[in-house]
């Protein structure tokens, strides 16, 4: 099994110490964003969870435990987002300078092969122009180059939630998408980072930039070291999306980075009231059990292949 530690909000920047206690006990509940009174208890034991993939903007929270995580047995995959966006599109997220040094610390601890830069959403404005796309996205690789050799892009997703919070936004003209695409693979080659793209309908592999899996069998069996079963297939978590199996323990509208284009809150006012539910001490991300859950076990079982192979 695969563990998202998340979609839905930033686990490393905001909640590594709650994290870490739950690794320690062994156990997590994660409430249905849907239904509320529906929880689930995932277990957090090497024996059934082969991966926890991470997704953030800020992993300088969870250095400090990185030790402690390799020591767990858990496999660890990191995606790292840094754009070229300044604090008018991603109020509350750290420098780049900074991020970027962050990203180089974390790579020296686990690994090239375990950690991703992620450059989206990528949209266009009169701050945000196509040559200052390409600019931008040149500087990052030519100071990443050395830390991973994989990047993810994709272009802006207009979700219900992305337009009321940002809606001056526009979708990326194909024109654009194919000019950034070409470039980004050009420096990409002069880097030695390979480009791919996130769940894009538009096919840029003329441009040397494959539609990838943001978490495929290769990135998962190169960062952990293990071989998975040859039977596990894309389990897409949205069109177009090639991505493995996961289950994510996070939870929507929790994020303080407060990025206008997020898809994941739908305001600043109800993720402030959901943070301050926040206990580190609690097996939830957000509060506490309550009157009515009805709490269940995951269906858990580990994607390794345990078979040994006939040379």
């Given at each position: 099994?695969?563990?998202?530690?998340?979609?839905?909000?930033?686990?490393?920047?905001?909640?590594?110490?709650?994290?870490?206690?739950?690794?320690?006990?062994?156990?997590?509940?994660?409430?249905?964003?849907?239904?509320?009174?529906?929880?689930?208890r995932?277990?957090?034991?090497?024996?059934?969870?082969?991966?926890?993939?991470?997704?953030?903007?800020?992993?300088?929270?969870?250095?400090?435990?990185?030790?402690?995580?390799k020591?767990s047995?858990?496999?660890?995959?990191?995606?790292?987002?840094?754009?070229?966006?300044?604090?008018?599109?991603?109020?509350?997220?750290?420098?780049?300078?900074?991020?970027?040094?962050?990203?180089?610390?974390?790579?020296?601890?686990?690994?090239?092969?375990?950690?991703?830069?992620?450059?989206?959403?990528?949209?266009?404005?009169?701050?945000?122009?196509?040559?200052?796309?390409?600019?931008?996205?040149?500087?990052?690789a030519?100071?990443?180059?050395?830390?991973?050799?994989?990047?993810?892009?994709?272009?802006?997703?207009?979700?219900?939630?992305?337009?009321?919070?940002?809606?001056?936004?526009?979708?990326v003209s194909?024109?654009?998408q194919?000019?950034?695409?070409?470039?980004?693979?050009?420096?990409?080659?002069?880097?030695?980072?390979?480009?791919?793209?996130?769940?894009?309908?538009?096919?840029?592999?003329?441009?040397?930039?494959?539609?990838?899996?943001?978490i495929?069998?290769?990135?998962?069996?190169?960062?952990?070291?293990?071989?998975?079963?040859?039977?596990?297939?894309?389990?897409?978590?949205?069109?177009?999306?090639?991505?493995?199996?996961?289950?994510?323990?996070?939870a929507?509208?929790?994020c303080?980075?407060?990025?206008?284009?997020?898809?994941?809150n739908?305001?600043?006012?109800?993720v402030a009231?959901?943070?301050?539910?926040?206990?580190?001490?609690?097996?939830?991300?957000?509060?506490?059990?309550?009157?009515?859950?009805?709490?269940?076990?995951?269906?858990?079982?580990?994607?390794?292949?345990?078979?040994?192979?006939?040379?």
């Amino acid at each position: 099994m695969i563990l998202f530690a998340s979609g839905r909000t930033d686990i490393p920047a905001f909640y590594s110490e709650w994290l870490m206690k739950r690794i320690r006990e062994g156990f997590v509940l994660v409430r249905n964003p849907y239904y509320k009174e529906q929880v689930t208890r995932y277990r957090l034991t090497p024996d059934v969870v082969d991966c926890l993939v991470f997704c953030t903007k800020n992993p300088a929270p969870l250095l400090p435990y990185i030790d402690e995580l390799k020591k767990s047995g858990l496999g660890l995959y990191f995606f790292v987002t840094i754009t070229p966006y300044a604090s008018d599109v991603e109020p509350q997220v750290p420098a780049k300078e900074a991020v970027m040094e962050t990203f180089a610390a974390l790579s020296a601890q686990v690994g090239k092969a375990a950690v991703c830069w992620r450059y989206d959403p990528i949209f266009i404005d009169s701050t945000y122009t196509v040559s200052a796309h390409i600019r931008a996205f040149r500087t990052m690789a030519e100071t990443l180059a050395p830390t991973t050799d994989r990047c993810i892009i994709s272009f802006i997703d207009l979700y219900e939630k992305t337009k009321r919070n940002f809606p001056e936004l526009r979708e990326v003209s194909e024109v654009d998408q194919r000019f950034l695409a070409q470039a980004f693979s050009s420096i990409g080659r002069e880097t030695g980072i390979q480009i791919e793209s996130c769940a894009e309908k538009l096919d840029l592999s003329d441009y040397g930039i494959q539609s990838g899996a943001c978490i495929s069998r290769t990135c998962i069996e190169g960062a952990t070291g293990i071989r998975l079963l040859p039977h596990i297939a894309a389990h897409p978590l949205r069109k177009h999306c090639a991505c493995l199996p996961t289950h994510d323990i996070g939870a929507y509208n929790s994020c303080p980075h407060l990025c206008r284009y997020c898809y994941a809150n739908y305001d600043a006012r109800l993720v402030a009231k959901n943070h301050a539910l926040h206990d580190p001490d609690s097996p939830f991300l957000l509060g506490g059990a309550l009157p009515g859950d009805v709490i269940h076990d995951a269906r858990q079982q580990s994607f390794r292949d345990t078979q040994l192979l006939l040379l």
